[in-house]
């Protein structure tokens, strides 16, 4: 007995909309095993989980704050990832952005006014773009593997941000506490209803980038430039396309985005650099970004839903008592099952029992037409 | 064990009522063959005729849906290729199986089933290739060999089981006429040694000449079996194809006035991988009206040229190709296109066209600059109305046949997906157009079409360079075959001086000029 | 024992996960498979193998135990990547992505407990000799494991007809599945086997290294073992020179972070002013040093594409459907 695919002629519409469901279902169920493995009970743990952050306004606005970071960096991988491009460095590069658009407050205190917050959101992206280009050259002119050395600069990043709020960004008057001075009003994100909640611009940045990258990738040419090269490089390079200008092009749009999202964190959320300024967005959003089937508009939805599975590990945490590090599992665990779950976009699943001679149905790419 | 040559007294191979469905398709549709024991037994039919999915099954690669095989008389089941080698039956592939990496030696015990120590293999593969003729070093890395040598290799790792069955699938297809004729030595030799063959071809001058018996198989069914001997070439043709398949049309014509919309000056470019073959001094020129061949067996240096003239890979010089005049040596490909050139690679699927992208995303690919803002308008933004329309009329145009009004391109027939790539490019009238292997795996009406359409296209004025293996396709069509051997192009000899001797003595690297020998007449 | 004999002896003890970790990813490799998710797996070895330890008392059941997790675990990534044909680069993720939230969830219960140490090796005689013998007689077993498992690879892919096949199907898959070789069986193998050296890799940060469990304990060692394969141009003894390079970069940085200044005032002038110099780098830049040094050996192997098409597995990473 043998599992055997059958290559779908075209990709099945239906399962590439139903795919992301499908995965959260089963994602649901591994769920209500664990908690049931914990000791804990199953419904009352995926009721704290996936329901309960919804039910009130505040916590909305929380789901708000976290889905922003999430969508704007996994919009930037999402156009990384359809040209064949795996920055896994978006951590690094949040981190980056961070520290480029909070050094504007630190070093020019007394520069406070309506242009002080739009620098430093500027300079957030460009420092995340700047080391996103690393990577990028090192593929582009050395062929080297781009997995490993942006993720080997996220580790360098954080090191860089451990030391300067350890050392020459240290505010002197925090004592104990390693971290850089708060920001002054003038440099922090403004929420949007203030009375209900701290959701800031944040989410509006998320929404407008996602419309904005959706746009390029369906209706023009560069979009389709960049699914080309990313599915078939020489067809691409057949086309005229280069394939060096599309790695920076990915990998600088890619690394703006994380920027922003880092110095839109730390001046939104946190108000200040600190050394740990990120629950793992810039991983997270990997898994947002294949949730969303790498179409900024399913990233949207998508955001918000993993965004909810860290508000309901907290939410777990305090109604069964089950650590708060089920997060990520469950996100390690969603991912899985959306990747399984893509399989029936381009394969049907048989399960096959061998007779002799007879009937088992199978199909091999016969596309080639050769022989 | 009784051994009548014409297979008589107890057939060696008896295949009954084979089936094989892929999905919807019946590849093979009760398939009934006869195979003698010393008999040279043909299988015939164009492309996609169901004769390599037949012969997998026969080797244990495929399992048949339906049917019975009968090895020396017994109802057999061949569950994998390592049984089929118990039983006796033997396998070259058409596209072989080696690994590029790995030594001769390596690869032969790869295909064998016991433990023999390597060095002991290696010594007695060098034997029985000497033996035979086909020499072969037991030590050579495979990647570093050209076609002709690997496919010794697939032979002599079939012979060293001592098989009474050989399957030979397109043998000659990679090989020059003077390899062709050795290795037809090599069959007799077998057949005489009471050893049985099937082969597989669609080349109906060879199968005449070597072939006992044949069986012929069309859209998966035997439409029957025959003495190729007692046959015409013309009525195997109608037995494979089925109606009469148009013969192309092909006005003489004059050009040595004709303005060059084509040149290639010394062109020499290094290899670009360890695996690929250097151009050294390629020159060729192809005026307006006129349509040049460029033969040669796979691997001399084709793609490679074609690359460096699509400019894929640019030269260093700007004048080292030049295009409706002007130097093109430096510019890319769009700017090639914007001179008025057009391009269709050998590979469809992954080079012509992206697989996974319909077919009007597909025409944007080579189009999207060509016609001013027809497909993109200034912004950016793609025009998928025009895109669309343009991809219905090339679509009735070619006669292309699919599934959707829209598809998916790797969801085409090869010929169907052919037509589509080479009609993309033939929409935009273009001053030059450059195809390599443009009816490779391409079944017989989807070819004729495509022939006909380079020769129109030549005929109203433009230049047209045809790559390809196929000789009787290029002394179909070609005002003039050059030929391409080792990186180098030989001087184009016109289609009335242009003889198969004189071809494959230059596709074997013999320098023109050389006295032509005459070959045995078939 | 001498500052010299310590040092290296630190040294054998920061490779020996890499090397662990690296000849197993360069078994899966070689078969054509690219499994991204080696930090994860090394992760649960850990977590696996301290947690076994300390219940049970025996860091040698810890070690089976985590060899066993690794291998179990390696099979989600083998079930999604042969058997559905899933991205390999994207699974291989997931898997680490995994890993950690797993490990992180089951080790929550073992932060903070002191940890049952994997004792060293102690022949009389032998092990007391002056200067090799602790090198040489006295290190920890999983120190000898690593060199048997470096050892047992490079015999079986080179010297046995089962390691040739392997290398057959990393090579081009179709043309092993044509002659009959079972690809997908050889691959789960060889994936099952990558999952037990990174399970092994993890049991020796989490029983000798230290002998404690923290959170993501692996600190990118699994990052720095695919890089390793890599730059091993998939050689096994490349991957032990290698392993030692980094083994050796970690434990300066870590020396020099530890030393204080006021230790060597007896050092002469220009060795003292290049003392000095080390120390006033911030400490975060020398932990920064082995992401670093990945980087740059990264570079270096990769300029030469010529030398990359050759020496790489050609089926590396791409999908298999057999037809059947």
Known sequence: MRLELVKRPQHSALFSALSPFLAFGLMVIAGAIIFAALGKNPATGLYAYFIQPLTEIWSLHELAIKAAPLILIAVGLCVCFLSNNWNIGAEGQFTIGAIFGGAIPLYFPDFQNYATLPLMLIFGAIGGALYAAIPALLKARFNTNEILTSLMLVYVAQLILDWLVRGPWRDPAAMSFPQAPAFHPWAIVPELFPMSGRANLGIVFALIAAVAVWFMLARTLKGFEIKVIGQSPRAGRFGGFSATRTIIFAFLVSGALAGLAGITEVSGAIGRLQPQISPGYGFAAIIVAFLGRLNPLGIVAAGLVLALSYLGGEAAQIEIGVTDKTVRAFQGMLLFFVLACDTLIHYQVRIVRPKPAQATESQTEAAHGHG | MTQSIGGHAGSLLEVRGLTKIFGTLKACDHVDLKVGRGEIHALLGENGAGKSTLVKMLFGSLEPNEGEILWNGKSVRVTSPSAARKLGIGMVFQHFSLFDALTAAENIALSLDDDTPIATLAAKAQALSHSYGLPLDPYSVVGDLSVGERQRIEIIRCLLQVPQLIILDEPTSVLTPQEADKLFETLDRLRSEGKSILYISHRLEEVKRMCDAATVLRHGKVVGHCDPRQETPSSLARMMVGNEVQAVVRAPVSTTSAQPLLEIRDLTRPPATPFSIPLRNVSLTVRAGELVGIAGVAGNGQGELFEAVSGEVVQQDSSTVRICGKDAGKLGITARRLLGAAFVPEERLGHGAAPRMKLSENLLLSRYATDGRAFVGGTGVVKTGAVDAAAQRINAMMDVRKSARDPEAASLSGGNLQKFIIGRELDRQPSVMVVNQPTWGVDAGAAAKIRQSLIELARSGSAVLVISQDLDELFEISDAIAVMHNGELSKPLPIAEATLEKIGLLMGGAEPGHAVHELEPA | ?324
């Open chain 3, 1 to 324: 024992m001498g500052m010299a004999e310590a040092i290296l002896l630190t040294i054998a003890t920061a490779a020996t996960p890499l090397l662990l970790a690296a000849i197993g990813e360069l078994v899966v490799e070689r078969s054509g498979v690219l499994n991204l998710g080696v930090e994860g797996m090394m992760l649960m070895g850990a977590v696996a193998g301290f947690g076994v330890a300390l219940t049970t008392g025996s860091p040698w059941l810890g070690v089976v135990a985590a060899a066993i997790v690794g291998a179990l675990f390696s099979l989600l990534f083998g079930f999604l990547a042969l058997t559905l044909v899933t991205n390999q680069v994207a699974t291989g993720l997931a898997l680490t992505l995994l890993g950690i939230g797993l490990s992180g969830m089951i080790g929550e219960a073992f932060v903070g407990e002191p940890g049952v140490k994997l004792g060293s090796l102690y022949i009389p005689g032998l092990t007391d000799l002056p200067l090799v013998g602790r090198l040489i007689f006295g290190q920890d077993p999983m120190f000898y494991i690593s060199l048997l498992l470096t050892g047992g690879v490079m015999w079986f892919l080179f010297r046995t007809r089962a390691g040739l096949t392997l290398r057959s199907v990393g090579d081009s898959h179709t043309s092993a599945h044509a002659l009959g070789i079972r690809v997908i069986a050889i691959r789960y193998l060889a994936v099952m086997f990558g999952g037990a050296c990174a399970g092994l890799a993890g049991a020796q940060l989490s029983l000798v290294y230290t002998t404690q469990w923290i959170e993501n304990m692996t600190a990118g060692r699994g990052w720095i073992a695919l890089a390793l394969v890599v730059f091993a141009s998939w050689r096994p003894w490349r991957v032990l020179a290698g392993a030692y390079l980094f083994g050796a970069i970690t434990i300066a940085q870590l020396h020099i972070q530890a030393t204080n200044l006021s230790d060597l005032a007896g050092l002469p002038g220009p060795l003292l002013w290049f003392a000095t110099l080390l120390k006033s780098i911030p400490s975060q830049f020398l932990s920064a040093l082995p992401y670093l040094a990945t980087v740059v050996v990264l570079v270096l192997i990769s300029r030469n594409r010529r030398l990359t098409m050759m020496n790489t597995p050609a089926s590396l990473g791409r999908a298999f459907v057999p037809d059947r």
